[in-house]
């Protein structure tokens, strides 16, 4: 079994560029200019949620060791009518074509995983 798991690891030193790039690859400038845009603004739009669900957990759990799984916790349960409710304003303040295509968009990266 052993065996078999460190086939499944690699042990690469921590400043052999070279082993780490021919293991996993590098990634382009132009790639990483083309995923900046949705990354800030997936930042912005999530921004919200996770600083509420920040704030309650320092509020009330700062004192716990499971600050980082009443997080989770509350991340996972309020996320989706988060999502609803950015749907509900994009329809009403743009289009129903932009809010589809908004609930699309949020749902992409999860369906590529």
Same mark, same amino acid.
């Given at each position: 079994?052993?065996?078999?798991?460190?086939? /499944?690891?690699?042990?690469?030193?921590?400043?052999?560029?070279?082993?780490?790039?021919?293991?996993?690859?590098?990634?382009? /400038?132009?790639?990483?200019?083309?995923?900046?845009?949705?990354?800030?603004?997936?930042?912005?739009?999530?921004?919200?949620?996770?600083?509420?669900?920040?704030?309650?957990?320092?509020?009330?759990?700062?004192?716990?060791?499971?600050?980082?799984?009443?997080?989770?916790?509350?991340? /996972?349960?309020?996320?989706?009518?988060?999502?609803? /409710?950015?749907?509900?304003?994009?329809?009403?303040?743009?289009?129903?074509?932009?809010?589809?295509?908004?609930?699309?968009?949020?749902?992409?990266?999860?369906?590529?995983?």
């Amino acid at each position: 079994m052993k065996e078999q798991l460190q086939q /499944l690891v690699y042990e690469i030193d921590p400043g052999d560029k070279v082993e780490l790039n021919s293991r996993f690859g590098s990634t382009s /400038l132009a790639h990483k200019c083309l995923l900046l845009v949705p990354a800030i603004a997936g930042a912005i739009l999530h921004a919200p949620l996770y600083g509420l669900a920040k704030l309650i957990v320092q509020s009330f759990f700062s004192d716990t060791d499971h600050h980082d799984s009443v997080m989770l916790g509350i991340l /996972l349960l309020t996320y989706p009518a988060y999502i609803a /409710l950015i749907a509900v304003l994009a329809w009403i303040t743009f289009a129903p074509l932009y809010a589809i295509i908004l609930l699309l968009a949020l749902r992409l990266p999860r369906t590529l995983m």
